[in-house]
């Protein structure tokens, strides 16, 4: 099959906004991101359930996301650990959304 430029051009418009937007972009939404991989062990509020209450932390953003990004040998696992397939301006994200809870 041959493509014409006319049949080109309009793929290669219309392609245009995927690769405009910055695909991590689409998820940088703390709250989206805390309900995927946080809620379960603090609950949908951070009122806490298998994991620690988070609403009202005295905890700063720069704390949460370093816990996030580096993990704490301190801590309970998981977050030993960094939290896995989170990048540093998601954990931002989820620590400033974390300390919006109240």
């Given at each position: 099959?041959?493509f014409?430029?006319?049949?080109?051009?309009?793929?290669?418009?219309?392609?245009?906004?995927?690769?405009?937007?910055?695909?991590?972009?689409?998820?940088?939404?703390?709250?989206?991101?805390?309900?995927?991989?946080?809620?379960?062990?603090?609950?949908?509020?951070?009122?806490?359930?298998?994991?620690?209450?988070?609403?009202?932390?005295?905890?700063?953003?720069?704390?949460?996301?370093?816990?996030?990004?580096k993990?704490?040998?301190?801590k309970?696992?998981?977050?030993?650990?960094?939290?896995?397939?989170?990048?540093?301006?998601?954990?931002?994200?989820?620590?400033?959304?974390?300390?919006?809870?109240?």
């Open positions: 099959m041959r014409n430029k006319l049949q080109i051009s309009i793929v290669a418009l219309v392609m245009l906004p995927c690769f405009s937007v910055p695909p991590r972009a689409l998820a940088d939404d703390g709250g989206a991101i805390y309900k995927a991989k946080c809620a379960a062990c603090h609950g949908a509020e951070g009122q806490g359930k298998v994991g620690p209450v988070l609403k009202g932390t005295s905890l700063s953003a720069d704390q949460i996301a370093d816990v996030l990004t993990g704490n040998d301190a309970k696992a998981p977050h030993k650990k960094p939290v896995n397939g989170l990048s540093a301006d998601d954990a931002k994200a989820v620590a400033d959304y974390v300390k919006s809870l109240k």
